[in-house]
């Protein structure tokens, strides 16, 4: 008997010891092959008003430009502006020499001059072959002339009547080139059409410009009313649908920091901007034009600007997190249906699309909900159906909500 107890006590511990690891073995398994929750943060479903905003680029500049171009050829001989110089309607802004100019007026007024006195003396000529005329006539009458002589005197009337309303033509004639040689030398002196503010110039005191004929002229400087500034961008073609004349805008200038200045939508382009046409990069943008409120004249033409157009409100609208919103394609999972004969049974398999929605947490776990979306703003979108005001939503980790997650997934909140 004092043999065996040894020996019993060995056995019981040696099978004490394998309970004990194949307890452990089993707990290492179990926490091995378990599954492992997933770490997010969560929002709650609540209401607010939503504006949807949209974003685009350009560059500041006056409403109204106006350049100034001479109709005239020859050289700048005054020049009383500078850039960046303020005019009034009506002050000159630069004269070219005139000397050519004024001679061809010289020159036409003689002619006109010429003309007038051809035009006495045709008249003269004319009154005096219809008197001849008239003479022939009462001679043929009585048969004291020959028919010879009162067709000539006739021929004669006639011809001074025409020299006569010829001259009366180029006397028209001259007045008119007198008229126009005298519109270019009016138009040696140039002056301002608006009010305000030279903000481009090209030449110099002494340098010749061409005039604007059949060809471009010489753009000799450009005149701005900075008082209407308006900033010009480039709307994508998915947005422009959204965007209406008279939208509220907020504009920011690179040059102002965070400084927002209020604006509207003026006008929208009918006619589209393509980038890149033929390619896979290849973009359509429409141009969109709007005017500037409170810039009290702090605005340059050129400077960059962002405007983010405000094209639709929603008030007490029910939103998530935009990131919230995902898409899942269900598992398939297998369906029993009973077949025509008895005790026969059929395993199809059901597949579902991918279905846009969000993880509602549930004591502990991820339920994929379907939803119904609307428009959106900068970080919230709208919830059509779905959800209820309070209810808690995953909105991060983005792994975690894009694959990380499963209907049903454990989770475990990241505060």
Do not use: C, W
């Amino acid at each position: 008997m004092k043999k065996q107890q040894p020996f019993l006590k060995r056995k019981s511990t040696l099978v004490t010891t394998a309970a004990v690891l194949l307890v452990l073995t089993s707990a290492l398994l179990f926490l091995k092959f378990r599954e492992k929750p997933v770490e997010v943060t969560v929002e709650k479903v609540f209401r607010k008003e939503v504006v949807h905003v949209v974003t685009a680029t350009g560059k500041i500049e006056p409403e109204v430009v106006v350049n100034i171009a001479p109709d005239v050829s020859g050289e700048i001989i005054e020049l009383p502006v500078h850039d960046g110089q303020s005019v009034r309607k009506g002050d000159l802004l630069f004269k070219i020499q005139p000397d050519i100019y004024i001679s061809q007026v010289q020159q036409s007024l003689a002619q006109l001059n010429a003309s007038r006195a051809q035009n006495l003396e045709a008249k003269s000529r004319m009154l005096k072959a219809e008197d001849d005329f008239r003479k022939a006539s009462l001679l043929y009458r009585e048969k004291l002339i020959s028919q010879s002589d009162y067709l000539a005197s006739k021929t004669n009337a006639d011809a001074a009547r025409a020299t006569h309303d010829a001259s009366r033509h180029n006397i028209g004639q001259q007045k008119s080139l007198l008229d126009q040689n005298q519109d270019k030398l009016n138009k040696t002196v140039l002056r301002a059409p608006i009010d305000g503010s030279v903000i481009v110039l090209n030449n110099k005191l002494g340098e010749r410009v061409v005039g604007v004929g059949m060809f471009s002229g010489t753009d000799v400087m450009r005149i701005a009313n900075l008082d209407s500034m308006q900033v010009l961008v480039e709307v994508n073609e998915n947005d422009i649908v959204n965007v209406r004349a008279g939208n509220q805008v907020s504009v920011k200038v690179d040059a102002y920091g965070d400084r927002v200045f209020r604006g509207i939508v003026r006008e929208i382009s009918n006619s589209a901007i393509s980038k890149a046409a033929g390619t896979q990069e290849e973009v359509t943008n429409f141009s969109v034009k709007i005017r500037i409120f409170n810039h009290e004249r702090l605005l340059k033409p050129g400077m960059s600007a962002t405007a983010d157009i405000e094209s639709r409100r929603v008030p007490n609208a029910l939103v998530v997190p935009i990131q919230s919103v995902t898409m899942r394609n269900p598992a398939a999972r297998p369906e029993k249906t009973k077949g025509e004969k008895p005790g026969v049974t059929f395993v199809t398999v059901n597949r579902e699309e991918n279905r846009q929605g969000v993880f509602v947490t549930e004591e502990g776990r991820a339920r994929f909900r379907p939803v119904m979306t609307g428009t959106t703003d900068n970080t919230h979108i709208i919830v059509t159906s779905g959800l209820k005001e309070g209810e808690l939503v995953v909105s991060g980790s983005y792994s975690a909500i894009t694959t990380g997650l499963k209907d049903g997934s454990r989770i475990t909140i990241r505060k």
